[in-house]
């Protein structure tokens, strides 16, 4: 298991106490829009995001946030960034 495949399970629980969504209804391949996450959505998503890991993501970062799974591979980006763990490319 890879550090994104553990952060899919924080994200999907972000995803679904911040929206109060189904549990069942959240996977790793769930398209955030499908889940009825539009862009102010994405923004509350990542503010969510940044409170609970104590990180900052760029706003930038927020057109990568299309699915579970790439949510938490710019949240890994995010930890890596901050710890001084790696350097994302």
Same mark, same amino acid.
């Given at each position: 298991? @890879?550090?994104?495949?553990?952060?899919?399970?924080?994200?999907?629980? #972000? #995803? %679904?106490?911040?929206? !109060?969504?189904?549990?069942?209804?959240?996977?790793?391949?769930?398209?955030? &829009?499908?889940?009825? %996450?539009?862009?102010?959505? /994405? #923004? /509350?998503?990542?503010?969510?995001?940044? #409170? =609970? =890991?104590?990180? @900052? %993501?760029?706003?930038?970062?927020?057109? /990568?946030?299309?699915? %579970? @799974?790439?949510? +938490?591979?710019?949240?890994? &980006? +995010?930890?890596?960034? !901050?710890?001084?763990?790696? !350097?994302?490319?």
């Amino acid at each position: 298991m @890879t550090v994104v495949d553990d952060l899919c399970a924080e994200v999907a629980k #972000v #995803v %679904i106490d911040t929206f !109060r969504l189904d549990p069942g209804l959240v996977s790793q391949d769930s398209p955030l &829009e499908e889940l009825g %996450i539009d862009s102010k959505g /994405r #923004v /509350r998503l990542l503010a969510a995001l940044e #409170v =609970h =890991h104590d990180v @900052t %993501i760029d706003l930038d970062q927020l057109d /990568r946030f299309t699915d %579970i @799974t790439a949510v +938490a591979e710019v949240l890994a &980006e +995010a930890l890596n960034e !901050r710890t001084g763990t790696g !350097r994302a490319s």
